[in-house]
């Protein structure tokens, strides 16, 4: 069974910066499009980036220019950077995998951005 565990949230100033991680555990083979999800209290949980095996990505508008997905196939890994994030940015963060076999998410990791 794949796990995926989230890391790197935190609190930062707006303005600030933060690099989310995401690993596969589990013996995930065959991980085919990933992404990031993101849920702010109240709100209901909406997609931000998605990227390809092959790396093709796409974001939401409101963070283009600002995030950049990426991953590295060989170590199962997903990435998040955040740059000039904003207060609206805050949110549990989640990733999500669709593999061969079905679809993974993780638990999340909060980021917070706030004065």
């Known amino acids: 069974q794949v796990q995926l565990v989230e890391s790197g949230g935190g609190l930062v100033q707006p303005g600030g910066s933060l690099r989310l991680s995401c690993a596969a555990s589990?013996?995930?083979?065959?991980?085919?499009?990933m992404y990031w999800y993101r849920q702010a209290p109240g709100k209901e949980r909406e997609w931000v980036a998605s990227?390809?095996?092959?790396?093709?990505?796409t974001y939401r508008d409101s963070v283009k220019g600002r995030f950049t997905i990426s991953r590295d196939n060989a170590k199962n890994a997903l990435f998040l950077q955040m740059n000039s994030l904003k207060p609206e940015d805050t949110a549990l963060y989640s990733c999500?995998?669709?593999?061969?076999?079905?679809?993974?998410w993780g638990q999340g990791t909060q980021v917070t951005v706030s004065s």
């Open positions: 999500r995998a669709n593999l061969a076999t079905g679809i993974a």
């Open positions: 589990g013996s995930p083979f065959n991980i085919y499009n």
């Open positions: 990227i390809t095996r092959e790396g093709i990505t």
